[in-house]
């Protein structure tokens, strides 16, 4: 037979201290009557004698040549070059983002002066972007022409890496969202915003290109002209594009012309090749047309390369010097490479993702912020602050990528306690929101949770960018804060009778294999050491053999019966499960009752009911026609209780047990 036993011992330690916190507000006053009316007056007058004033021009540093550019990065520094024309033959480059907006106000609300407005007047130098945007430019002349952040650029000229965001552009003729009579070489540029011209020669990115080159460009401005020749990239096209699309609609608000194009809307010779455009064309005045799905009209016999347009998003079914796909087609990548486009790094890319899905340029085409990744500590304490989250805008490919408007997300959390969201690592400012700001990739917040548990933080967009919404699971445990102990404590006191074990399997190792002599689910009383017969274990039929070792299994569940006591307090719960992260079904109660069940899971031995294996060498003992073996399977268990818990939280608090060691004591 097996015989079970218990040992008895004690252990003790001082209690921790606790510490109590207060939160103090204030109150604030209002201003007098008398300020507040004079504040709002002075404010009035402040505006009104601001408005429709330029900046003062600021010289850039620099000397304006090719080794020595003048570098751009403020406004003023811009309106500085518009303001000679001898400036317009230097050498510029752009090291800043720049906001336009207040150019709305200038010139008595006509907006930006274009650099260069006539063949006498052109520009002629050279205009490197290095990557950066010049946002908000505002154009409203609609009696002159030639109009764009360039007026006009001269032949041999290069504009490269710049994008202009958000314009507002109207004037007469020649209009473009960068240069509006281009003879320059374009590089690497871009515009979204709203052009328009009440005349022709109306372009997202240029209005005439009258020479030049244009590559690795794009528009997604929307286009409006009234006569003829307006297009998504150009109005009028007599040069060199290639790798370059458009994306705006091109509409004609007025008049009889017909060379309107989701692309180009006239081609003059010239070539263009690996393009493509997914822009509508309106007629506001007549039927929409259904052929100028890519360039509207030609005159004398421009080349055409492997060019492509959207005829579903573009509700056009034809066009000249284009192939018709429908969305899904110009989604895939194939479409492209089977007709020789070149994907890859500084090349086209699609990801399914940046720019809706259609292809991409490379080093060119702003990769959006299209979701939003969740990271944070994996485990908490209860009842204390956590370390931070923090919550990361990012593109199709797992990378950080700024937001384009300031984005709100809902905090919440599906613990079984209280959850509270903070701004701060102490724990002072309460949220239920936190905002990815406009240019920027990420967001923090910190969170505490009352109750154990596995909750999961969840943070929901609500406005702003599109970007989802992201989860993270997080493990609440308790504090590893021993309040007090057991046995001479005065504060803690256990009383407990009728241990249990339940033994699930015994096997004996002969060597070769194991041997199951039992098998089952015996629940055994832990008596003292002369104690507990275990049924059912005589009269096994073993192997003959030569047996060394001996493997025993039983259940992390160990029920007991007494009383556990805090500071005169006698504690139960509901479910009477102690011990590590499965210790509390619910708040502790502290109801009548002197004889309660618990169940204890050892720590060490892991989840509640989990098997664990003990295996012991035994002195070999050789089995023939019978053989009598009757060692002790012995839990030694110490009645330590330790008293645990996040002081002054009483949700938090639990008894640990322990560990019982388990031995085999040989016959």
């Known amino acids: 037979m097996v015989i079970f036993g218990q040992e008895c011992g004690d252990r003790a330690s001082e209690p921790e201290n606790n510490t109590i916190e207060k939160n103090i507000s204030t109150k604030e006053g209002k201003m007098p009557r008398f300020f507040c009316i004079i504040c709002t007056v002075f404010i009035f007058l402040s505006l009104t004698a601001t408005a429709f004033a330029e900046p003062a021009p600021v010289e850039p540093s620099g000397s304006g040549t090719s080794e020595d550019p003048y570098l751009i990065s403020s406004l003023a520094e811009l309106y500085w070059i518009t303001q000679s024309t001898a400036r317009w033959d230097k050498d510029y480059e752009q090291t800043a983002d720049i906001d336009a907006s207040d150019t709305k106000n200038w010139n008595g609300g006509k907006g930006w002066t274009p650099i260069g407005n006539g063949d006498d007047s052109l520009f002629s130098g050279s205009y490197e972007g290095a990557g950066h945007t010049i946002d908000k430019l505002y154009v409203n002349d609609t009696s002159s022409s030639r109009k764009g952040f360039f007026g006009q650029a001269g032949s041999g000229v290069t504009i490269q890496n710049l994008g202009l965001t958000n314009v ?18 374009v590089t690497n540029c871009y515009v979204t915003g709203s052009v328009s011209g009440s005349g022709a020669y109306v372009g997202g990115l240029v209005g005439r290109l009258e020479g030049g080159a244009l590559s690795g460009s794009y528009s997604e401005a929307s286009v409006q002209a009234s006569a003829s020749n307006a297009g998504g990239l150009v109005g009028y096209g007599k040069g060199s594009i290639s790798n370059c699309y458009s994306r705006g609609d091109v509409t004609r608000s007025s008049g009889g012309g017909t060379t309107f194009g989701g692309f180009s809307g006239y081609c003059d010779g010239g070539t263009i ?3 493509y455009s997914t822009g509508s064309v309106y007629y506001t005045d007549a039927v929409d047309p259904e052929d100028k799905g890519f360039v509207g009209g030609e005159n004398g016999s421009p080349t055409y390369t492997n060019n492509f347009f959207d005829s579903q998003a573009s509700n056009q079914s034809s066009s000249t010097g284009s192939t018709a796909k429908n969305t899904e087609q110009m989604k895939t990548e194939s479409t492209f490479t089977d007709a020789g486009w070149t994907f890859g790094e500084n090349n086209w890319g699609i990801d399914g993702v940046t720019n809706d899905g259609y292809p991409y340029l490379g080093g060119v085409t702003p990769v959006l912020a299209s979701q939003v990744d969740l990271t944070g500590p994996a485990t908490a304490t209860a009842g204390a602050v956590s370390t931070v989250f923090t919550l990361t805008s990012q593109d ?24 509270t969201f903070y701004s701060d690592a102490a724990g002072t400012t309460v949220i239920t929101e936190v905002t990815i700001s406009n240019g920027s990739s990420s967001a923090t917040f910190y969170y505490k949770d009352s109750n154990l548990g596995t909750p999961t933080v969840t943070a929901t967009r609500s406005s702003g960018m599109d970007l989802g919404s992201d989860t993270l699971q997080v493990t609440v445990d308790l504090a590893e804060t021993t309040l007090v102990t057991s046995a001479t404590s005065p504060s803690v006191d256990s009383v407990f009778k009728n241990f249990k074990v339940t033994v699930t399997k015994i096997e004996m190792d002969n060597g070769t294999s194991w041997v199951e002599i039992f098998s089952g689910a015996a629940e055994l009383d832990l008596v003292l050491v002369s104690g507990g017969t275990f049924p059912g274990i005589s009269d096994v039929a073993l192997p003959f053999g030569t047996y060394s070792r001996m493997k025993v299994t039983f259940r992390n569940s160990l029920p007991v019966t007494g009383t556990l006591t805090y500071s005169g307090t006698p504690y139960y719960t509901t479910a009477a499960t102690f011990g590590g992260a499965d210790n509390i079904a619910g708040d502790p109660s502290n109801s009548a009752g002197s004889q309660t069940v618990y169940t204890f899971r050892i720590e060490e031995w892991g989840a509640v009911g989990t098997n664990v294996e003990k295996t012991f060498d035994i002195t070999p003992i050789s089995v023939g026609a019978t053989t009598d073996y009757q060692p002790t399977l012995r839990f030694t268990i110490r009645q330590t209780f330790l008293f645990k818990g996040s002081a002054g939280t009483e949700s938090t608090y639990y008894f640990e047990l322990s560990a019982p060691t388990v031995s085999i004591v040989e016959p």
């Open 168 to 185: 507002n552009i109207s004037s007469y003729y020649y209009v473009g969202g960068l240069v509006g009579y281009n003879e320059a070489n």
């Open 273 to 275: 090749a690996y393009s």
């Open 396 to 419: 199709g490919s797992g990378n950080a990528t700024n937001v384009t408007s300031d984005t709100v997300f809902l905090l919440s959390s599906n613990s079984s306690g209280t959850a």
